[in-house]
């Protein structure tokens, strides 16, 4: 089990001092979010994405994958009835693929609550649409050799795919060996019916989940709420879960570098105490 820091967190600082940062902290790798590189990161030139690369293997870690993948370039949506609005954003979706995979990165978690909203009286449209979206990307992350995550996100964020039973019916019906779900600890707190731990125990022997995001329902980093994570992280240990978990605030308290020192520390702490 590898811990990744999404890169938001310490966004403020250049690239090459996120990385000797989450390496000096304790983290094996960043998870970035595509804004932070820019307006149009999906068109990077080939020369910056191996300088991004080079710079996490220069600190001693890797790019673990890509999130928060619709925030840029802007007016993307994977649920709009315009044609073009939605051929643009499966092409964005398709380059990003591309992008993890030349970054050294894994896997690509869909959130972005914003751009997959329905439209009210087109519901249903819009349900079959972010399908033959998310269709197109497991194409391309299988040509890229990464893998695709559709997020359940809460409630609070968007009327769409709220739960891993949801994303999961999507995947099935999608059925490409490159495209899985994942499970997000703060949605999943104050949306699933079950409990994490649960969760972790019913979806991952199917192997549906790819991906982990380690946070508070209260969006501040693991620790600093009332959501237990010793279990969590025990339960994916007696699965045997091998990926990645990305530690994903929202808030930070009092800074970013200071929130991802504690939540790193946390969390490490808890997996040294875990039987092995």
Same mark, same amino acid.
């Given at each position: ?9 310490? /966004?403020?600082? *250049? ?10 902290l304790?983290?094996d ?7 932070? &590189? ?40 994977i649920?709009?009835?315009?044609? /073009? ?15 993890a ?6 896997? &690509?978690?869909?959130? $972005?609550?914003?751009?997959?909203? =329905?439209?009210?009286?087109?519901? @249903? ?27 359940? &996100? $809460? ?22 060996? #490159? ?19 649960? =969760?972790?125990?019913?979806? =991952? *022997?199917?192997?549906?989940i790819?991906?982990?995001? &380690? ?8 620790? @600093?709420?009332? =959501? @237990? ?5 025990? #339960? ?5 879960? /091998? ?10 308290? *009092?800074?970013? *570098?200071?929130?991802?020192?504690? #939540? ?7 997996? @040294?105490?875990?039987?092995?």
């Amino acid at each position: 089990m590898k811990i990744g820091l999404c890169n938001e967190v310490i /966004a403020e600082l *250049p690239f090459e001092k996120q990385c000797e940062m989450a390496a000096q902290l304790g983290y094996d790798g960043l998870e970035v979010s595509p804004f932070t &590189l820019g307006d149009e990161p999906h068109l990077l030139f080939p020369a910056k994405r191996a300088a991004l690369r080079r710079a996490a293997e220069d600190a001693g870690i890797v790019i673990t994958g890509l999130h928060y993948l619709m925030r840029a370039p802007a007016g993307l949506s994977i649920t709009s009835r315009d044609a /073009a609005q939605r051929n643009r954003t499966v092409g964005v979706m398709r380059d990003l693929c591309a992008l993890a995979a030349d970054l050294g990165g894994k896997v &690509l978690v869909h959130g $972005s609550p914003d751009q997959r909203k =329905l439209e009210p009286g087109f519901e @249903e449209e819009g349900r079959k649409i972010a399908i033959d979206c998310f269709a197109a990307a497991g194409e391309a992350a299988a040509r890229a050799g990464v893998t695709y995550c559709v997020e359940p &996100l $809460s409630r609070k964020q968007t009327d769409h795919i709220n739960t891993i039973e949801e994303a999961a019916g999507i995947v099935t019906a999608i059925n490409s060996p #490159a495209l899985r779900t994942m499970l997000d600890c703060s949605s999943a707190a104050v949306t699933e019916a079950c409990s994490i731990p649960d =969760l972790i125990n019913r979806w =991952l *022997p199917t192997g549906m989940i790819a991906h982990v995001h &380690l946070n508070d329902p209260n969006r501040r980093g693991p620790g @600093e709420g009332e =959501l @237990e994570f010793a279990p969590i992280l025990a #339960a994916l240990r007696q699965q045997n879960y /091998a990926g990645d978990c990305g530690i994903e605030p929202f808030v930070y308290v *009092p800074d970013g *570098p200071a929130c991802a020192a504690r #939540a790193i520390g946390y969390v490490r702490g808890l997996l @040294e105490a875990l039987p092995r």
